[in-house]
């Protein structure tokens, strides 16, 4: 049952948009209480730590585990991270002849529902994989290490994709200014 002091659940995705539709996605995942977990900045470059390398590679093991996914380019920063994610054409099948066929269009997810190959499912794959081995290294089993949502943006043209990956290229080297570094935090 609902404990009524606690904040209730809702989606901030767009009502009606299929996150599993082909296209490109800028998203952003922070780190819980946006602690810098993952790294430091040093001379306008990130230097990881285990824990980053970790986010790096569950990252990567995006594309080897999901067809239809493409990945572009990402970043870890020592509290959250930037990536692009390209959901290519639906993936072909064989069914039990080799007869090959085109995987059913996937339903619009409905909060609650996930849906195979969606952004969010996607993400929720990629902070659950990173959680499980961070807490495993640092023995905190269920422990959070990320924020309960993140960001995203559908990418809308070309303009749009190029300026996204200046912004994730640059990202280091606006650390100081970023709203994600701590001293820019506001305490509330």
């Known amino acids: 049952m609902d404990d009524p002091r606690e904040p209730r659940r809702h989606s901030i995705r767009l009502k009606e948009y299929d996150y599993g539709q082909t296209g490109a996605y800028f998203v952003t995942v922070c780190a819980r209480h946006r602690e810098c977990l993952f790294g430091d900045i040093g001379q306008g470059k990130i230097v990881l730590n285990p824990f980053g390398k970790i986010v790096e590679e569950e990252w990567h093991r995006t594309k080897q ?36 066929h085109r995987a059913p269009t996937p339903q619009l997810e409905q909060f ?23 807490n495993e290294i640092r023995n905190t089993p269920g ?46």
């Open 65 to 100: 585990m999901r067809q239809g996914v493409d990945l572009d380019f990402f970043i870890v920063m020592p509290n959250h991270i930037h990536g692009i994610i390209f959901l290519t054409e639906f993936p072909m099948f064989a069914n039990r002849r080799g007869t090959m």
């Open 112 to 134: 609650g529902r996930p849906t195979s190959n969606s952004i969010p499912t996607i993400i929720r794959g990629i902070k659950s994989s990173v959680t499980q081995r961070i």
């Open 143 to 188: 422990a959070p290490v990320w924020q309960r949502n993140y960001y995203e943006h559908v990418i809308r043209n070309e303009i749009d994709l190029e300026e996204t990956r200046e912004y994730i290229q640059n990202n280091p080297l606006k650390w100081l200014e970023d709203e994600n570094h701590p001293a820019n935090i506001k305490k509330s």
